[in-house]
């Protein structure tokens, strides 16, 4: 416990949660985060880490490209092995898909992300062991990575305590309350006062808002990933991911010649603090069907382990970012879609930005795509969208 205020009170040390402290603390703000758990209990343990630039809009991109360079540094310097530079590739078999596929080239190369087409053969530079005879279309961003978000959380929340960052892991956490002009959390036996409280809080954003008064439209829902060990010793040939846009299931290198993959979006909503945590059947079967079109090996994979998670979505599919109540200090960095990894390092930053200058036109205009005000209010159920797709252009499915 600290006495005197703290600038910041961060709930949740997810991946946001850590990368937006370390932020914080780097501009001279003082800083606790509090979590009921562990870091990464919530999806950031649970994510497969791909971070690809294939995204939805310019915004998204540099978001995206911010946080990458932030990882492989943070990786570079104390871990390597969490940071893997992995080509990004999408295929399909479906002839309207490929030509959604051909538009989103030159609307990514628009973007400045270097993507490009590609034939069967060439894909068998990364899949030299996979039948592409049905193909109808393929691309490739090549600038893209891996991470091990567990490790890439750690390591902000490492980076962020030799800046002077407090934490407090492990212990209830109370909604926070306004009194005397400033925030009151508390956590177990502690307590801190504090001018700025930001909730990122994952699939529990939703429910902790709603307590403080302040809903949001958000949405928790369950997705899956297992790892797999093919037969032999094929892997993902030089290090690339995969996503089968017909089936919605991915597939990204791991170590030791072992494929992470995962598929898409459960469509209803799922309390995070009791839904099945393992995969389930259908799942498994789902994956090996989809990776063995490809790959044949693939879908006879012995199963290493198998897991879901928590994902949270909004009804536009863009995250909540920035300043929910400015006046009280109450500021938001939630609702990733299934997307959180690939966002968290540039979106914190831009947060942090905002927190240390919050009257800033700048830093205001960094968050406008994403500003958490932009539903009016409103808090209304909704079922959570699509998961891992190709976004934009005009494709019916995307
Ligand atoms: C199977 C799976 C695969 C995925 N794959 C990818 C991928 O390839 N790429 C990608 O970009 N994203 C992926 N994601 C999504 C990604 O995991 C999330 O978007 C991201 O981890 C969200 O991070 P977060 O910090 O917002 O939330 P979380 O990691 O969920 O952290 C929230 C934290 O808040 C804490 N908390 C809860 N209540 C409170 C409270 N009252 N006070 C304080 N703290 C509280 C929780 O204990 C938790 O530690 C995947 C997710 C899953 C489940």
Same mark, same amino acid.
């Given at each position: 416990?600290?006495?005197?205020?703290? /600038?910041?009170?961060?709930?949740?040390?997810?991946?946001?949660?850590?990368?937006?402290?370390?932020?914080?603390?780097?501009?001279?703000?003082?800083?606790?985060?509090?979590? +009921?758990?562990?870091?990464?209990?919530?999806?950031?343990?649970?994510?497969?880490?791909?971070?690809?630039?294939?995204?939805?809009? +310019?915004?998204?991109?540099?978001?995206?490209?911010?946080?990458?360079?932030?990882?492989?540094?943070?990786?570079?310097?104390? !871990?390597?092995?969490?940071?893997?530079?992995?080509?990004?590739?999408?295929?399909?078999?479906?002839?309207?898909?490929?030509?959604?596929?051909?538009?989103?080239?030159?609307?990514?190369?628009?973007?400045?992300?270097?993507?490009?087409?590609?034939?069967?053969? !060439?894909?068998?530079?990364?899949?030299?062991?996979?039948?592409?005879?049905?193909?109808?279309?393929?691309?490739?961003?090549?600038?893209?990575?891996?991470?091990?978000?567990?490790?890439?959380?750690?390591?902000?929340?490492?980076?962020?305590?030799?800046?002077?960052?407090?934490?407090?892991?492990?212990?209830?956490? /109370?909604?926070?309350?306004?009194?005397?002009?400033?925030?009151?959390?508390?956590?177990?036996?502690?307590?801190?006062?504090?001018?700025?409280?930001?909730?990122?809080?994952?699939?529990?954003?939703?429910?902790?808002?709603?307590?403080?008064?302040?809903?949001?439209?958000?949405?928790?829902?369950?997705?899956?990933?297992?790892?797999?060990?093919?037969?032999?010793?094929?892997?993902?040939?030089?290090?690339?991911?995969?996503?089968?846009?017909?089936?919605?299931?991915?597939?990204? +290198? =791991?170590?030791?010649?072992?494929?992470?993959?995962?598929?898409?979006?459960?469509?209803?909503?799922?309390?995070?603090?009791?839904?099945?945590?393992?995969?389930?059947?259908?799942?498994?079967?789902?994956?090996?069907?989809?990776?063995?079109?490809?790959?044949?090996?693939?879908?006879?994979?012995?199963?290493?382990?198998?897991?879901?998670?928590?994902?949270?979505?909004?009804?536009?599919?863009?995250?909540?970012?920035?300043?929910?109540?400015? =006046?009280?200090?109450?500021?938001?960095?939630?609702?990733?879609?299934?997307?959180?990894?690939?966002?968290?390092?540039?979106?914190?930053?831009?947060?942090?930005?905002?927190?240390?200058?919050?009257?800033?036109?700048?830093?205001?205009?960094?968050?406008?795509?994403?500003?958490?005000?932009?539903?009016?209010?409103?808090? /209304?159920?909704?079922?959570?969208?699509?998961?891992?797709?190709?976004?934009?252009?005009?494709?019916?499915?995307?």
């Amino acid at each position: 416990m600290t006495d005197s205020p703290r /600038d910041v009170v961060v709930l949740g040390a997810g991946i946001a949660g850590a990368a937006l402290a370390d932020h914080l603390a780097k501009r001279s703000l003082t800083v606790t985060v509090v979590d +009921p758990r562990t870091p990464a209990a919530g999806a950031s343990g649970r994510a497969a880490g791909i971070v690809t630039e294939q995204l939805w809009n +310019p915004w998204d991109v540099a978001v995206t490209r911010e946080s990458r360079e932030e990882y492989r540094a943070l990786a570079e310097a104390k !871990e390597p092995e969490a940071f893997l530079s992995a080509p990004f590739v999408r295929l399909t078999s479906e002839p309207s898909v490929a030509t959604a596929l051909h538009e989103a080239v030159e609307r990514l190369r628009g973007w400045g992300v270097a993507v490009e087409e590609l034939r069967a053969e !060439e894909l068998r530079r990364w899949f030299p062991q996979g039948r592409f005879e049905r193909l109808a279309g393929a691309i490739a961003s090549d600038g893209d990575a891996c991470v091990t978000p567990s490790t890439i959380t750690s390591l902000y929340l490492a980076r962020a305590r030799e800046r002077g960052v407090e934490t407090a892991f492990g212990a209830s956490v /109370d909604v926070p309350h306004r009194s005397g002009g400033m925030w009151s959390v508390v956590a177990g036996p502690s307590h801190w006062r504090a001018r700025t409280v930001v909730v990122a809080a994952g699939a529990w954003s939703k429910r902790l808002l709603r307590d403080m008064g302040r809903p949001l439209p958000l949405t928790p829902y369950r997705t899956q990933a297992a790892v797999l060990r093919p037969p032999g010793t094929t892997s993902l040939g030089g290090g690339a991911s995969l996503h089968d846009l017909d089936t919605d299931v991915y597939a990204r +290198p =791991e170590a030791n010649g072992r494929i992470l993959a995962g598929d898409g979006t459960e469509k209803f909503e799922t309390d995070p603090d009791r839904f099945i945590t393992g995969a389930d059947t259908e799942f498994l079967v789902h994956l090996a069907g989809s990776l063995g079109r490809w790959v044949p090996e693939w879908g006879t994979s012995e199963v290493v382990g198998a897991w879901a998670g928590v994902c949270t979505a909004t009804p536009d599919r863009r995250p909540c970012i920035g300043a929910l109540d400015p =006046e009280s200090g109450l500021y938001v960095l939630t609702g990733f879609n299934g997307f959180g990894v690939m966002r968290a390092g540039g979106a914190a930053r831009r947060l942090a930005d905002l927190i240390a200058a919050p009257t800033s036109e700048s830093a205001r205009a960094a968050l406008v795509p994403v500003r958490p005000d932009r539903f009016g209010g409103r808090a /209304d159920p909704f079922p959570p969208k699509a998961g891992f797709t190709l976004e934009g252009g005009s494709h019916p499915r995307f």
